[in-house]
């Protein structure tokens, strides 16, 4: 994370601070696999990597479907139809933030192309039993980031964020990236040194960057500050406090019910339980002003949003 926020230091060469933020996690990455290396005494669970590239169980690397019983198409039906709700839901999630308005993007959407290409792919995987290609939307989030330029405001409030200028808008990096993703096929001796607990860490910080700015996370800490000290936000300056509260409240027990089903033999269905939310939104929409949800719902920042609001 510090390395991350080097770009704002006032130390080093520009181009230096530049190097040290974008390339910051494999940096990162590298120093604490020296350190499990050097201090060797201490023996550290490290990523599990295949010998060579093989399947992980023995068997053809083709999986023929028509080697299967007649009765198998059929109960796979069920699991099927799961999986493209998931399949939908999480591309279309993806894509929604990433084409997010703070970001700026030229480019025109491209929802249905996208989630045809993952959908041919996903068929193409399963003939030969790998795993399936969904939209990553924390890494996507971040790659859009890594390529953005930025500068940090002041709120009305008097807290300070960070707005996104223009975006660098360009299918090299992501390119190159998964050429190296395929090129790591041949680090495989490298990539068992790495210690699974700076693998955690890495998840952990995707996870908390991808939190920042996350408006469900901002209502939640409204709980325990002082009413006093509430930023100025445009939803705080629309909507009643106690309906807040108790909006934020219904996306609490739905976020508590989905991390639950998740935790269970239930797991198998919540893609079932992520398109439930959909009429749990419309429900709800009975009890609160139109005009309130439209505030809670909206993503313009304060400085963005005077002249729509006031």
């Keep these: 994370m510090n390395l991350t926020r080097f770009r704002r230091s006032r130390y080093l060469l520009p181009q230096i601070r530049e190097f040290l933020a974008d390339f910051g ?3 990162a990455i590298a120093i604490m696999t020296l350190v499990s290396i050097w201090l060797h005494e ?52 993806t894509g929604r933030l990433v084409n997010s308005p703070e970001h700026k993007l030229q480019k025109g959407e491209a929802y249905h192309l996208d989630l045809l290409v993952v959908g041919v792919l996903i068929g193409i995987c399963s003939l030969f039993g790998l795993p399936w290609l969904v939209g990553a939307t924390v890494r996507s989030l971040n790659h859009v980031r890594s390529l953005a330029t930025s500068e940090e405001v002041v709120t009305p409030g008097g807290e300070t964020r960070e707005r996104i200028l223009h975006v660098r808008e360009n299918r090299v990096t992501p390119l190159a ?11 495989l001796p490298l990539l068992k040194t790495i210690p699974m607990a700076v693998l ?45 509260h108790k909006y934020t409240l219904i996306q609490l027990v739905c976020f508590g019910a989905l991390a639950i089903v998740e935790m269970t033999p239930l797991a198998i269905l919540f893609p079932l339980f992520i398109a439930l939310l959909v009429p749990v939104r419309i429900w709800i929409s009975r009890f609160f002003d139109p005009k309130h949800l439209a505030a ?5 920042e304060p400085e963005e949003e005077e002249l729509q609001w006031v």
């Design 200 to 244: 955690y860490g890495l998840f952990l910080f995707m996870g908390v960057v991808s939190m920042a700015g996350n408006q469900f996370l901002e209502r939640l800490s409204l709980w325990l500050m002082d009413t006093n000290l509430y930023p100025s936000t445009h939803y705080i300056r629309q909507v009643p406090r106690w309906i807040i």
């Design 25 to 27: 996690l494999a940096i």
């Design 42 to 93: 201490v023996e550290l669970k490290v990523l599990p990597v295949p010998d060579g590239l093989e399947p992980t169980v023995r068997r053809d690397w083709f999986v023929n479907p028509m080697g299967t019983p007649t009765w198998v198409w059929f109960a796979a039906m069920g699991p099927a139809l799961l999986a493209t709700v998931l399949v939908y839901a999480e591309q279309n999630i």
């Design 296 to 300: 809670l719902d909206a993503e313009e």
């Design 177 to 187: 990236i998964h050429l190296m993703i395929g090129l790591s096929l041949f680090l």
